[in-house]
Every structure is written in C-alpha cells, then in structure tokens.
C-alpha cells in the first residue's frame, strides 16, 4: 500500500506519515519546502520536492500510490482574508487542477482532505458543532476549504475518485512552528518559556477545541480503510478548553506566571466552538486518546529545544 501526502513536510504532515506508516502503508512525502531529513523522519519511504497541485511533477516518481492525503495549502485563516484571490487562485484552483489530472489517470487513488471544523461552520447555531450542522463560513479560509469538499464530492459522484474529509479542530503538538500566526498553544507556549507576554484577545474566555496532533494522525489512518457510507468526518478532541485555561495550564507546567498583553475581542471570534466527534467514534473506531495536560507537557518539552 503506498501513499502520497501533500503537504508532508508540514507540522501535521509528519504526525499523519508516521501514523500511515505505523499502519502498514508506504508513505511518500511531496512538499514544495525541503522535505524532512530521513533522520528525522524516518516514517517516510522517500521525498519529492514539488509543486503538489502538479500532478505530473511527482506521479511518476510515486508509482502505484492507493491514497493521496491532500494537506496542501498556501494560506492560514488570517492571510485567506487577506487575499482571498490569493487563497481562491492557489488552494482552490490549484486543488481542480489536481483533481482534473487525476481523472486522466487509469487508478483511481482515495483522497482524505483536511479541512476546518471550525471555518466551514462559521457561528455556531448549537454547540457541540455535528457533521448535519449548517456550513456558513464567515471567512475566506473557511469558504475556500468548504468549496474544496464540494468538489471532492462531486469528483467522487461524477468521476468514481472516492474521498473522505476529515473537518479538523485546533491541532497541537511536537513540530508545530511556534512563529507564525496560527496554533495558540505552539506560540503561547515558546513565548511564556522564553519570558514574553501573550497576546489574549478579550477577557480569554474563548473556547475551542484542541486535539493532539498524534491523535489527528490515527484519524486519517482509520480513514484510509474505511468503507461506511459517510464522508465527512469531525477531528477534535471533543471538549472545550478556553484561552484562559491554556495559560493557567501552562503556568502549571511552567511553575510560574506568564504575562498577558491583553487586546480587543475579535467580532468574528465565535465565543464557543466544539466538535461532535460521535460519527468518527462510530464509524472510522477513532477517539483521542492524549489529555491536553498531557499534550501540552509534551508540546512543550520539544519546544524547549526551538530557538
């Protein structure tokens, strides 16, 4: 069994490569970055440095590939709003360029598609979020990925390309780049440990839902085989956890108190946002099993080692 993952060299990319490859499958690495050294890597049966919405630059080189997991994306929530023609001409586009080589081909590989359990939804209208639970996105990130699953959806109607998506919430973990403008606990964590103050938008009483990445992986392993008729699956860690409980988390592991810079609230920062996970309970047999306490001593012991 071989399989591709877009996107590989990513924070998330490694977490799902060593879960396929724990799984049995022989996982291939395509990334336009510098792919990661076998050392550090050594889940990944080989790595191709390309464009993966260019299906000819690397098909050949990953002869026979069963599974394709579409992690590949050019843009986090802030910059999509941004430049929504950026995130519409490179993620969008870029993915139906993709999905229209493919139908040129004789196999017809399953796709697992990451998108957001919290974008595609926009304001919860009830809490915990369902898989049934309207898809009103409020930002361009979020219109972006849910266009992507509707095309995924008519590929596999139209074209037998069979997929399943994976709506997941707010992974974290080792590997996470703690400097950019996404993943809370990464950047809260390296700015408390190198004595810098945190950013909290509001009084902190925001609530999401993290999941660890590790966890997240296992995920898309189970979906790799499954053969129910479902084919939207929420990933959370089915809780919520709100910006204030993260920090006194990490004051606990800490053994001190971190500094606050406290910002105005966000109006398009929906005050709760949890994921029902029942459906993948049921259907892909897949629960978290990393309490945040837990992830977060471990996220934090690797970022003890970023500069």
Request: charged share 15%; aromatic share 8%.
């Amino acid at each position: 069994m071989r399989c591709a993952i877009l996107g590989g060299a990513g924070f998330l990319g490694q977490h799902i490569g060593r879960a396929l490859a724990h799984a049995g499958w022989d996982v291939w690495c395509v990334d336009r970055a510098a792919p990661p050294l076998p050392g550090n890597a050594p889940w990944f049966a080989g790595a191709l440095r390309a464009d993966c919405f260019d299906l000819q630059s690397w098909w050949g080189a990953v002869a026979g590939v069963e599974l394709i997991v579409h992690l590949a994306s050019s843009t986090v929530p802030a910059t999509a709003s941004q430049d929504p023609m950026h995130d519409v001409q490179t993620n969008l586009l870029g993915t139906l360029r993709l999905l229209q080589d493919l139908r040129r081909q004789a196999a017809r590989p399953r796709v697992l598609f990451a998108s957001s359990g919290g974008a595609v939804y926009g304001r919860p209208q009830s809490v915990p979020l369902s898989e049934t639970h309207p898809t009103l996105p409020i930002s361009a990130y979020g219109a972006t990925k849910l266009a992507i699953e509707h095309h995924l959806h008519i590929e596999e109607a139209q074209h037998g390309l069979p997929c399943r998506i994976l709506r997941l919430s707010n992974p974290y973990g080792e590997w996470q780049p703690p400097h950019g403008v996404q993943g809370v606990i990464a950047v809260f964590a390296h700015r408390a440990l190198h004595g810098l103050p945190l950013d909290v938008y509001g009084d902190g009483s925001v609530v999401r839902d993290f999941i660890y990445a590790a966890d997240v992986g296992r995920a898309f392993a189970a979906a790799a085989h499954h053969a129910g008729p479902q084919r939207v699956f929420n990933v959370g860690g089915g809780a919520g956890h709100s910006v204030n409980d993260i920090i006194h988390s990490l004051e606990r592991l800490l053994g001190h108190a971190v500094q606050r810079r406290v910002l105005p609230a966000r109006p398009f920062d929906p005050p709760v946002n949890v994921l029902d996970i029942r459906r993948a309970r049921e259907e892909l047999h897949w629960q978290p099993t990393m309490a945040l306490e837990d992830g977060l001593a471990q996220a934090v012991a690797w970022l003890r080692t970023v500069p």
